[in-house]
Protein backbone atom coordinates (compact mmCIF):
# COMPACT_ATOMS: atom_id res chain seq x y z
CA UNK A 1 0.00 0.00 0.00
CA UNK A 2 2.62 2.59 0.93
CA UNK A 3 4.51 1.77 -2.24
CA UNK A 4 1.90 2.24 -5.00
CA UNK A 5 -0.10 4.62 -2.87
CA UNK A 6 -2.80 2.64 -2.11
CA UNK A 7 -5.84 3.63 0.31
CA UNK A 8 -6.76 0.77 2.33
CA UNK A 9 -9.78 1.30 4.95
CA UNK A 10 -10.50 -1.28 7.17
CA UNK A 11 -14.05 -1.96 7.66
CA UNK A 12 -15.61 -3.49 11.14
CA UNK A 13 -17.33 -6.99 10.27
CA UNK A 14 -20.78 -5.61 11.27
CA UNK A 15 -20.92 -2.85 9.13
CA UNK A 16 -19.70 -4.87 6.19
CA UNK A 17 -22.81 -7.07 6.76
CA UNK A 18 -24.74 -4.72 6.98
CA UNK A 19 -23.90 -2.03 3.94
CA UNK A 20 -21.95 -4.71 1.73
CA UNK A 21 -18.56 -5.07 0.29
CA UNK A 22 -19.55 -3.34 -3.00
CA UNK A 23 -21.84 -0.11 -1.69
CA UNK A 24 -18.46 0.68 0.34
CA UNK A 25 -16.16 0.38 -2.11
CA UNK A 26 -18.30 2.47 -4.27
CA UNK A 27 -18.59 5.19 -1.44
CA UNK A 28 -14.77 5.04 -1.17
CA UNK A 29 -14.28 5.44 -4.75
CA UNK A 30 -16.76 8.81 -4.78
CA UNK A 31 -14.59 10.41 -2.28
CA UNK A 32 -11.28 9.97 -3.94
CA UNK A 33 -12.45 11.04 -7.16
CA UNK A 34 -13.79 13.91 -5.25
CA UNK A 35 -10.27 14.94 -3.67
CA UNK A 36 -8.74 14.76 -7.45
CA UNK A 37 -7.26 10.68 -6.99
CA UNK A 38 -7.60 8.42 -9.94
CA UNK A 39 -9.82 5.46 -8.79
CA UNK A 40 -10.66 1.96 -10.24
CA UNK A 41 -13.07 0.41 -7.76
CA UNK A 42 -14.28 -3.46 -8.59
CA UNK A 43 -16.23 -5.87 -6.88
CA UNK A 44 -14.50 -8.00 -4.27
CA UNK A 45 -13.50 -11.40 -5.51
CA UNK A 46 -12.76 -12.19 -9.50
CA UNK A 47 -16.23 -14.41 -10.46
CA UNK A 48 -17.22 -11.79 -12.60
CA UNK A 49 -16.04 -10.60 -16.51
CA UNK A 50 -13.59 -7.80 -15.16
CA UNK A 51 -12.06 -10.54 -12.94
CA UNK A 52 -11.85 -13.14 -15.91
CA UNK A 53 -9.98 -10.38 -18.29
CA UNK A 54 -7.91 -9.56 -15.08
CA UNK A 55 -6.55 -13.32 -15.47
CA UNK A 56 -6.49 -13.24 -19.34
CA UNK A 57 -4.05 -9.69 -18.92
CA UNK A 58 -2.03 -11.48 -16.29
CA UNK A 59 -1.08 -14.22 -18.37
CA UNK A 60 -0.52 -12.45 -21.62
CA UNK A 61 1.95 -10.18 -19.65
CA UNK A 62 3.70 -12.42 -18.13
CA UNK A 63 4.34 -14.44 -21.46
CA UNK A 64 4.83 -11.16 -23.35
CA UNK A 65 7.71 -9.97 -20.91
CA UNK A 66 9.60 -13.47 -20.17
CA UNK A 67 8.14 -16.33 -22.83
CA UNK A 68 10.87 -18.46 -22.04
CA UNK A 69 11.35 -18.13 -18.50
CA UNK A 70 8.76 -20.33 -16.90
CA UNK A 71 7.90 -23.59 -17.59
CA UNK A 72 4.37 -23.68 -16.03
CA UNK A 73 1.90 -20.96 -14.40
CA UNK A 74 0.22 -21.90 -11.07
CA UNK A 75 -2.86 -19.70 -9.85
CA UNK A 76 -4.02 -19.74 -6.87
CA UNK A 77 -7.85 -19.35 -6.45
CA UNK A 78 -10.69 -19.23 -3.98
CA UNK A 79 -13.63 -19.99 -5.40
CA UNK A 80 -12.23 -20.99 -8.62
CA UNK A 81 -14.94 -19.24 -10.67
CA UNK A 82 -12.32 -17.45 -12.95
CA UNK A 83 -10.12 -19.94 -13.10
Known sequence: ???LGA???V???DV???RGGWPLAQ???KELEAAGRKVFAF???GSNALGSWGYVEQVREILET?????DRIYVAVGSG???
Open 1 to 3: DQI
Open 66 to 70: HPDFF
Open 81 to 83: GTA
Open 11 to 13: VPA
Open 16 to 18: FAA
Open 43 to 45: PSG
Open 7 to 9: DLR
Open 27 to 29: EAA
